[in-house]
T-cell receptor, first 113, second 116 residues
């Protein structure tokens, strides 16, 4: 069935380190892929989304490429800052209608100053 | 921009009582609203999806009898947790979908429910 897999539950980095959060998805259709970020005490915020395969989305220094070949949508950032500490959720929506969103289990990022 | 407001932000209720939470979409028309619960142990649990002009669709383990939802217009939705018990604790998130923005889901800050 449809699913989103994030293998990393927690990631701890120092400021200016390179960030890589793994995300793979499973579906038979043509999904739109998302990354949401949830800061402590807040609801999830949309970070970026990509609708078309092989395209890249970027926002606030974060980027992710929709790779249909490997069914992946990994999140990267060249140089993380303390303010990036949050939980990052990879998500998928198949199609353009009112289908459900599927979320990964989230990756908690802690950036040490 | 698209904003979603939820209130109350936090609430405490006694075991066996009920509480109602509200969700307001501002700046866009929420053609569908998804209610999720986020507990410390799990990621997002979809409770139900409410779409304008369609019946509310509840996910397995969630029922209308326990979580009645009202979605009277394109900017407002409410959900009640009836007879709340400890297992109902968590952060209840409202995700409103904007059909003009590729059906992107915008979340409110959530209503955190504690049950005594």
């Amino acid at each position: 069935g449809d699913s989103v897999i994030q293998m990393q539950g927690q990631v701890t980095l120092s400021e200016n380190d390179f960030l890589f959060i793994n995300c793979t998805y499973s579906t038979t259709g043509y999904p739109t892929l998302f990354w949401y970020v949830q800061y402590s005490g807040e609801g999830p915020q949309l970070l970026l989304q990509v609708t078309t395969a092989n395209n890249k989305g970027s926002s606030r220094g974060f980027e992710a490429t929709y790779d249909k070949g490997t069914t992946s949508f990994h999140l990267q950032k060249t140089s993380v800052q303390e303010i990036d500490s949050a939980v990052y959720y990879c998500a998928m929506r198949e199609g353009t209608g009112y289908q459900n969103f599927y979320f990964g289990k989230g990756t908690s990022l802690t950036v040490i100053p | 921009g698209a904003l979603v407001y939820q209130y109350p932000r936090r609430t405490i209720c006694k075991s066996g009582t009920s509480m109602r939470m509200e969700c307001q979409a501002v700046g866009f028309q929420a053609t569908s609203v998804a209610w999720y619960r986020q507990s410390p142990q799990k990621t997002f649990e979809l409770i139900a999806l409410s779409t304008v002009n369609s019946a509310i669709k509840y996910e397995q383990n969630f029922t209308q009898e326990k979580f009645p939802i009202s979605h009277p217009n394109l900017s407002f939705s409410s959900m009640t947790v009836l007879n709340a018990y400890l297992e109902d604790r968590g952060l209840y998130l409202c995700g409103a979908r904007d059909h003009t923005r590729q059906n992107t889901l915008y979340f409110g800050a959530g209503t955190r429910l504690s049950v005594l």
